[in-house]
């Protein structure tokens, strides 16, 4: 199985999905990308020789999350017309589904991260049951530095895998945190030098396979009953209400917009504006 963007192999009980854009950093577009992601881990959930599912991303980073060209696009169509409300929570609801896809796997997930983990990939690397990192890791999310903390997925997850003090930083001061400082706030289950990543990764899968194959369904489909238990499945509900709303607040003159700084300077001065603003020392 291969896809433009999405490349799905398999070794025997593992299967590896790659995000396979290296020259934009693995950033994904909502729609055809999504789908592909969908698929993958659909089929390796179909699979019943597969017990673990590596998800890494090829190039330099494992992502820097959602195509930020398309910033807002995706909630129009063609004629640009406004997109009425039930139109604006049918994509929310399509976009959550690959989080989904991943969060609710019956294999046992491990997210591969190294380079940058950003925005809607840092989602995606949260929804795997085992994290593991390369040195100098940067992980943190964009959108938190332009709408505020209405995009998470499921707030619940992020509660429970971060704990409230790293979301709180994360989510309401914009922060982009280094592997080494969340593996000792207790985030990430290991942090390696970059060349022995797929090593370790390729340990912990191996580890995992020892376990019977049945025994792994039913712990995992137990683990996520539990985590709904907790919440997750109604948190990751209200995400649909939360980003609908948050994508059209309404910003005051004085206010950062990333739309008149894109559509002023260009998309990447944009960009390094948005994040200008929150380097140490900076106002403004």
Not at 97 to 103: G, K, L
Request: net charge negative; glycine share 10%; aromatic share 10%.
């Amino acid at each position: 199985m291969a896809d433009d963007f999405v490349l799905y192999e398999k070794d025997g009980n593992i299967a590896r999905i790659t995000l396979n854009r290296p020259e934009r950093l693995n950033a994904f577009r909502i729609g055809d990308d999504t789908t592909a992601l969908e698929n993958a881990f659909r089929a390796a959930n179909a699979d019943e020789e597969v017990k673990v599912v590596v998800f890494k991303g090829a190039g330099r980073a494992f992502s820097s999350g959602y195509d930020m060209r398309e910033l807002g696009t995706q909630y129009f169509n063609t004629e640009g017309s406004r997109p009425s409300q039930r139109h604006r929570f049918q994509v929310d609801t399509d976009g959550s589904e690959s989080w989904r896809r991943i969060f609710y796997c019956d294999k046992v997930t491990i997210g591969q991260g190294h380079g940058y983990v950003l925005g809607g990939a840092l989602e995606y690397f949260l929804a795997c049951d085992i994290l593991v990192c390369a040195e100098g890791t940067q992980l943190g999310s964009p959108p938190f530095r332009m709408i505020g903390p209405t995009g998470m997925v499921c707030p619940t997850v992020w509660l429970l895998k971060c704990g409230p003090a790293v979301v709180s930083e994360l989510c309401l001061m914009g922060r982009y945190i280094g592997a080494e400082e969340l593996q000792r706030r207790g985030v990430l289950n290991a942090v390696v030098p970059q060349e022995k990543l797929d090593e370790e990764v390729a340990e912990i899968a191996r580890q995992v396979c020892q376990l019977p194959a049945d025994g792994l369904y039913v712990g995992k489909r137990y683990l996520r009953l539990a985590w709904d238990m907790m919440g997750a499945g109604l948190s990751s509900a209200a995400f649909i209400f939360a980003h609908t709303l948050g994508v059209q607040q309404r910003l005051d003159p004085e206010e950062w917009n990333i739309f008149k700084e894109r559509t002023a300077k260009g998309a990447k001065e944009a960009w390094q504006a948005r994040d200008n603003r929150f380097q140490s020392g900076s106002h403004g």
